[in-house]
Nanobody
């Protein structure tokens, strides 16, 4: 069993930056692929970014390419999502998740989820 705790969300003005963290319990973090997803009110959860177990391969949704960067420090059992040039439409609850095997954009394929952290971008 793995538990995930996100942090780093908050209120930021458009154009600002935030770095989200995802701390994992247990000693198997490095064996999982990691994903970040977000969910805005009234909308479905959507894929943001993912990385394989070593972050050798990373993938991004088109709407965040060039603005968000996913990374991980396996020695610290922690993953990150660096967000710059934030826009009001980035406002959502952001979730990190882990899955066995290759990364994926489909949230239903992920095995473990955090509780989420709110990101609010004001115009």
């Amino acid at each position: 069993q793995v538990q995930l705790v996100e942090s780093g969300g908050g209120l930021v003005q458009a154009g600002g930056s935030l770095r989200l963290s995802c701390a994992a319990s247990g000693r198997t973090f490095s064996s999982y692929s990691m994903g970040w997803f977000r969910q805005a009110p009234g909308k479905e959860r959507e894929f943001v970014a993912s990385a394989d177990s070593s972050a050798t391969y990373t993938y991004y949704a088109d709407f965040v390419k060039g603005r968000f960067t996913i990374s991980r420090e396996n020695a610290k059992n922690t993953g990150y999502l660096q967000m710059i040039s934030l826009k009001p439409e980035d406002t959502a609850v952001y979730f990190c998740a882990l899955k066995r095997g290759a990364t994926a954009a489909n949230p239903s394929t992920y095995d473990y989820w955090g509780q989420g952290t709110q990101v609010t971008v004001s115009s």
